[in-house]
C-alpha cells in the first residue's frame, strides 16, 4: 500500500472540503449583507424623501387574533341607568337621550367627558376617546382591549351627538364581549416594515410626517355570531390621515374616507 499516496489523497479531499465551507460561508455572509442593506436602503429612502417618523418600538412584538361577539343588551341592565331615556335595538344597540344636556366647553378637551361618561354609560371604561368631529357634531370613542384600540368597528363603539348650542344630547353604543385570544403569541411585522409597505404602495408623500404609531385591532372575519380580530399597526401621517397595515400579513386595508381621518 502507498502511503504517500493516500495521504496525498486525505489533503486534497480536506482541501476540496475546506473550499466549499468556505464557499458556503461566505454565501451566507453575503445572504445577511444583502439583508442589512435591504434594511438600511429604506431608512435611506425615507430620508431622501425627508419622509420623517418618530422613534420605533425595538426588538420583536408579539400579539395574536382574538375572537370577539357583539354583547346583547337586556333589561335588566338598563334599570341601572338614570337620567336619560334609554332604548335597545336589535339587540345589540343601546340608543340613549339625556333628560338633560351636557354642556361642553369651548375648547374641548376629552378630560372634561371622563366624570360625565363614567356616571351615564354602562360598561365606560372599556372605551377611550378617538375624535371630535365638529363638522358632523358627534365625539366618537372606540373600544378597547389589553390597551389598544379596536379601530372602526360598528360592535365596539360609543358615539355622542351634539346640538348646536354644544350639548351632547344623545349616544349610541355598541360594545364586543367575550374577547378571547385564538392562539399563542406569534411575532408580528415590525414597524419599519410596515412603513416599507406604505412607502413601496405610494402611500407617503414627499416630505410627509408620520405623527404616531401604534398597535391595534381591526376586524378580520365576520361570522354569523362572532367576529375575529388581527392586529394591525396604525400609522397617522401629518396629523391628519390614517393607515392601517395588517402586523400579521402585511397588507394595506382599505378605509373609507370617514376612517382614515
Do not use: C
Not at 118 to 144: C, G, H, P, R, V
Request: hydrophobic fraction near 35%; avoid cysteine; charge should be negative.
Amino acid at each position: 500500500m502507498d502511503w504517500s499516496k493516500i495521504k496525498t489523497i486525505f489533503i486534497l479531499t480536506f482541501l476540496v472540503l475546506d473550499i466549499y465551507l468556505m464557499y458556503e460561508f461566505l454565501k451566507v455572509l453575503d445572504q445577511n449583507k444583502y439583508e442589512l442593506i435591504t434594511e438600511t436602503s429604506i431608512e435611506d429612502k425615507l430620508a431622501a424623501d425627508k419622509i420623517k417618523y418618530p422613534v420605533l418600538p425595538k426588538g420583536p412584538i408579539k400579539d395574536q387574533y382574538v375572537s370577539a361577539k357583539p354583547k346583547i343588551f337586556t333589561g335588566e341592565e338598563m334599570m341601572n341607568i338614570k337620567g336619560q331615556t334609554v332604548s335597545i335595538v336589535d339587540g345589540t344597540t343601546l340608543h340613549g337621550t339625556f333628560d338633560k344636556p351636557f354642556q361642553l366647553s369651548d375648547k374641548f378637551d376629552p378630560s372634561e367627558m371622563n366624570a360625565f361618561i363614567k356616571t351615564n354609560i354602562l360598561y365606560s371604561d372599556k372605551y377611550a376617546f378617538w375624535e371630535f368631529s365638529e363638522k358632523d357634531k358627534k365625539i366618537t370613542y372606540f373600544q378597547k382591549y389589553q390597551d389598544k384600540f379596536i379601530y372602526s368597528n360598528k360592535n365596539g363603539s360609543l358615539e355622542f351627538f351634539l346640538n348646536d348650542s354644544n350639548q351632547i344630547i344623545s349616544y349610541r353604543q355598541t360594545l364586543l364581549e367575550d374577547i378571547e385570544e385564538m392562539a399563542e403569541k406569534e411575532e408580528v411585522l415590525s414597524p419599519l416594515k410596515a412603513i416599507e409597505t406604505l412607502y413601496q404602495k405610494g402611500m407617503l408623500e414627499p416630505g410627509s410626517k408620520i405623527t404616531k404609531v401604534e398597535l391595534g385591532y381591526y376586524t378580520y372575519e365576520i361570522f354569523t355570531a362572532s367576529q375575529v380580530l388581527t392586529p394591525v399597526w396604525r400609522f397617522v401621517v401629518d396629523e391628519e390621515e390614517n393607515f392601517l397595515v395588517n402586523a400579521f400579513e402585511g397588507q394595506i386595508i382599505e378605509l373609507n374616507n370617514d376612517e382614515k381621518k
